[in-house]
């Protein structure tokens, strides 16, 4: 199993950039998808989520509007679209997939994780 993301990088204040990760080893169509990320000195938050089941993507309030998350099950490949980037948005951003066959049986995976620096 993989989750492989693509390589962050330096962006300048109200810059885009896109990540990518691309998965193997599972049936990803069957994963809920979602970015995390943490900061230094912080824990890992929640940024978005596409479910599986095509229902409503979810955000971190700090990031509403601005980023957008998006998958393509054909190419096993999740995308976070950031935009108007901040100089807070700086972290290490994670991959990261979940399946829950049971309330008691979940299988998850993590990515490898890309830092992302906001800064001029």
């Known amino acids: 199993v993989q989750l492989v993301e693509s390589e962050g990088g330096l962006v300048q204040p109200g810059g885009s950039l896109r990540l990518s990760c691309t998965a193997s080893?599972?049936?990803?169509?069957?994963?809920?998808m979602s970015w995390h990320r943490q900061a230094p000195g912080k824990e890992r938050e929640l940024v978005a989520r596409?479910?599986?089941?095509?229902?409503?993507?979810n955000y971190a309030d700090s990031v509403k509007g601005r980023f957008t998350i998006s998958r393509d099950n054909a190419k096993n490949t999740v995308y976070l679209q950031m935009n108007s980037l901040k100089p807070e948005d700086t972290a290490v951003y994670f991959c990261?997939?979940?399946?829950?066959?049971?309330?008691?049986?979940?299988?998850?995976?993590w990515g490898q994780g890309t830092q992302v620096t906001v800064s001029s």
């Open positions: 990261y997939a979940k399946r829950v066959f049971l309330p008691t049986l979940i299988t998850d995976y």
């Open positions: 080893g599972f049936t990803f169509s069957t994963y809920d």
């Open positions: 596409f479910p599986s089941n095509g229902g409503s993507t």
